[in-house]
């Protein structure tokens, strides 16, 4: 058996956000937390401890969309589903996804070669099923592989790779994919780009496009991966289970692929 680490470190120094939400590690050492576990010893000095040290520990401020994350169904709308219940029903949080779907086969899709802000179509994903060999089941977790995969720990990768359509969301979720997944900072185009597209066109349905593929059909995706460069196009077996936030729109998770 073989483990790949397909998620990125959590990290105050790369620039895998916009400056809004980047996330905050203050680091404190072995000499720094004496006052915290000294409160629970009275009579308890630093010499009396090996080295003097305490314990090293962390304060950390994020969202749950910093590092490798899975975005669940209520981070793209209130209501899902829409397609197949009248009305649609309510979206579910990260902490009530079904962690059946989380440890499924998977299936790469190579997409390095479009341009950055391109935006793939349900062709696309067709003709590159056909070209790996694979038929898509339901439950398979499609993961993209896109250029910003290369450009992570450089200051373009906000705004590099291509993104998935509404249309190519959709053509998946109709055929029984409920986890997604790229190695981009979003599932959609950089918005960068949408929005240069929006000002030509003033078409605002593409504002979000393939998340907002998720008020139609319930799925979840997971968002800044790594190495997909290292998977084979399929015969692997994806591992992405969240952290449990209670009602939350998001959790950070440690995805592994298991050859």
Known sequence: MQLIDLSVALDNDVEADPPMARPKINYLGHRETFDRLGQHFPD????????????????????????????????????????????????????????????????????????????VSANEVEAELKRIGHHLNPFDIVVINTRAGERYGHS???????????????????????????????????FVHTAQRVAETGDTSLVWEGHKAGREREYCHLEKLHNLEQL??????????????KQASAGWVRAVAML
């Open 156 to 190: 373009d990768y906000v705004s590099a790779g291509c993104g998935m359509s509404r249309e190519a969301t959709l053509w998946l979720l109709e055929r029984g994919v409920r986890i997604t997944g790229t190695d981009g900072w979003s599932w959609d185009a950089p």
């Open 44 to 119: 308890l000095r630093p010499e009396n401890l090996p080295d003097g040290e305490a314990w090293a520990i962390e304060k950390v401020e994020l969202t749950t969309h910093n590092g490798t994350h899975l975005d669940a169904p209520w981070h793209f709308h209130s209501t899902t589903n829409h397609a197949l219940v009248p009305g649609g029903e309510k979206s579910r949080t990260i902490d009530e996804i079904p962690l059946e779907w989380c440890m499924r086969p998977g299936v790469k899709l190579d997409f390095r070669d479009r341009d950055d802000g391109h935006v």
């Open 232 to 245: 084979p196009d399929s015969g692997f077996t994806m591992i992405c289970f969240p952290v449990k936030l």
